[in-house]
Structure formats: structure tokens, C-alpha cells
């Protein structure tokens, strides 16, 4: 059982999916970029998608076929961060902006885009000179 904490690769996770959860906000719900609830929400996926990695990184030092390069590790990752997203999301956001997005949505967009910036994140991170494994 080995544990692999890569900071710089959960930053630049963090920092993508941010980015794409902005896009999300304005594109698809026709928000405004300047609203303090698209701020919030990109902050809080960011956060959660941070702790959705430290988590998958320890459950899969206990359970090695959730590795990275297995079907499990490719369904599960964006599983746990869509629970993980939907738990912030209603804790930090739903109280303060009623009817804003609800739970089941709330997990598919989780998982949706953890799905696509899992796809990005290494062409983004390789134009500023990063490399991620």
C-alpha cells in the first residue's frame, strides 16, 4: 500500500476544473461570469476536487485495482468527485441561492466535467511547462 500525494498535479486538476466549471455557468446556464454565485461555484468544485483526489488517492492505496489506469479508476474518480461536489455544493452554495441547481444535477455536472478536465488538464498544464503523470 503506497500513497502518492502530487500537490502540483491536484493544483493544476483544481485549476482546470475551475475553468471549465466557469464555462459550464456561462455557456450551458447562461449566467452571467460576473456573478458572485459563478465565482462561488467555481471555487467550490475546485475545493472539491482537491478533496475528491487526496480521497481517491488514499481509497485506491487500499483498493489497487481503483489505480489510475484501470475501468474502475476511470469510473470511479469521476464518481467520488461528483458525490463529493453535490455534499459542497448543497453545504456551501444551495442554503444561500435557492432553486439554483438541484442534487442529481448538482453529481452529473460533477462528474461531467471531472470527466472533461481530467482530459485537458495535460495539454493545458504542458503550455505553462508542466508535466503531469
Known amino acids: 500500500m503506497s500513497f502518492k500525494y502530487d500537490f502540483m498535479n491536484y493544483a493544476g486538476h483544481a485549476f482546470v476544473s475551475y475553468g471549465a466549471i466557469l464555462a459550464y455557468d456561462v455557456f450551458v446556464d447562461g449566467r452571467n461570469i460576473s456573478e458572485s454565485l459563478v465565482m462561488k461555484d467555481g471555487v467550490v468544485f475546485a475545493v472539491s476536487t482537491i478533496a475528491s483526489s487526496l480521497a481517491y488517492d488514499v481509497i485506491s492505496g487500499f483498493l489497487p485495482y481503483l489505480s489510475e489506469g484501470s475501468v474502475g479508476g476511470m469510473i470511479s474518480r469521476p464518481l467520488l468527485t ?18 439554483t441547481r438541484e442534487d442529481s444535477k448538482t453529481f ?26
Do not use: H, R, T
Request: charged share 10%; net charge neutral.
Open 82 to 99: 461528483g458525490a463529493i461536489y453535490m455534499w459542497f455544493y448543497d453545504m456551501m452554495i444551495s442554503e444561500k441561492y435557492m432553486n
Open 108 to 133: 452529473m455536472v460533477g462528474a461531467g466535467i471531472c470527466l472533461v478536465s481530467g482530459y485537458l488538464q495535460n495539454p493545458i498544464m504542458s503550455l505553462f511547462g508542466m508535466k503531469n503523470y
